[in-house]
């Protein structure tokens, strides 16, 4: 009889440790998961916000843009799992992320677009994802892990957009941002520098290209494609180099670069995604070494 109602007892005090782990109070791991899965949230909207008011690419506005909005409903969910298990969350975001908005408040224009892509964009993405991954196999809370197994695919789907978007951010970044890019990285007053920077205005910088010897063929297909309304953004000049060119097209495929022939010094090196990147490269051979 008292070895039965050991066991009954057993059995009772197991049930109850089993509903507290349920509903109850988290182990320290399962608290800094859920901390770390607020702090993470907190510190996209943040970012995404500065980005929505500071950038002039509208691709990166609207990444931004979404990052407040899906990383917004995400601390929603971490805040209603973090109350029903008495886990106060952080309200501001950490000293690492703190340190990161510092950074970016002082940049503007492509400079900002570039740090903003790839720290807020595919650096934090890259880790939270392989968070969320671990917590889905870690967590020993049911609804922590539940949390995580929900939040993860949206951010596997941030990550992706944000290294498509990283790809292109240089190519889209605003005309006059380029240039004064371009100005600041000129290479010993070259040809480069004189035939891009020194022009005034769009129409005069592609102009001002016809007129030299290596670059006419490509600066005539360019104003081409300005006057048809293809072209929307700048000539990427002096970013990458003067081996490379790229022009940033929004919605214009490689069906676009007709004006490219044969017998032209460039040719097509790559094709970004959707409203990516076409660069231009030169053709092997086609133009003197000098450039």
Request: some cysteine; glycine content about 8%.
């Amino acid at each position: 009889m008292l070895t039965a109602f050991a066991v009954a007892a057993s059995f009772t005090t197991l049930a109850l440790a089993q509903t507290a782990s349920a509903g109850g109070a988290l182990d320290k791991a399962d608290t800094a998961r859920l901390v770390a899965i607020a702090q993470a949230n907190i510190a996209e909207v943040e970012a995404g916000k500065m980005a929505v008011e500071k950038s002039s690419n509208p691709d990166v506005k609207a990444f931004a843009q979404m990052m407040i909005d899906d990383h917004t409903k995400g601390l929603e969910e971490t805040q209603k799992v973090a109350t029903a298990k008495n886990v106060t969350l952080p309200t501001e975001p950490d000293p690492a992320h703190k340190k990161m908005a510092a950074e970016l408040k002082a940049l503007s224009g492509a400079g900002f677009d570039s740090t903003y892509v790839a720290k807020a964009g595919v650096a934090d993405h890259t880790k939270v994802h392989a968070a969320l991954l671990k917590d889905m196999g870690a967590a020993k809370d049911a609804d922590v892990k539940a949390l995580a197994t929900k939040l993860e695919p949206t951010v596997a789907h941030h990550l992706a957009m944000a290294k498509k978007l990283k790809s292109t951010a240089n190519c889209l970044a605003p005309f006059e941002q380029v240039v004064a890019d371009a100005e600041r990285r000129r290479r010993d007053g070259g040809f480069f520098h004189r035939a891009f920077v020194d022009a005034p205005g769009k129409a005069g910088l592609y102009r001002r290209a016809v007129g030299h010897q290596q670059l006419a063929p490509f600066a005539q297909f360019v104003l081409r494609q300005l006057e048809r309304g293809l072209l929307q953004q700048a000539l990427h000049a002096g970013l990458e180099g003067p081996v490379q060119l790229g022009i940033g097209f929004r919605n214009v495929g490689r069906s676009g670069l007709d004006g490219i022939g044969h017998d032209s010094p460039f040719e097509v090196a790559s094709a970004g995604l959707g409203n990516g990147c076409i660069r231009l490269q030169r053709r092997p051979g086609a133009s003197p070494a000098a450039w």
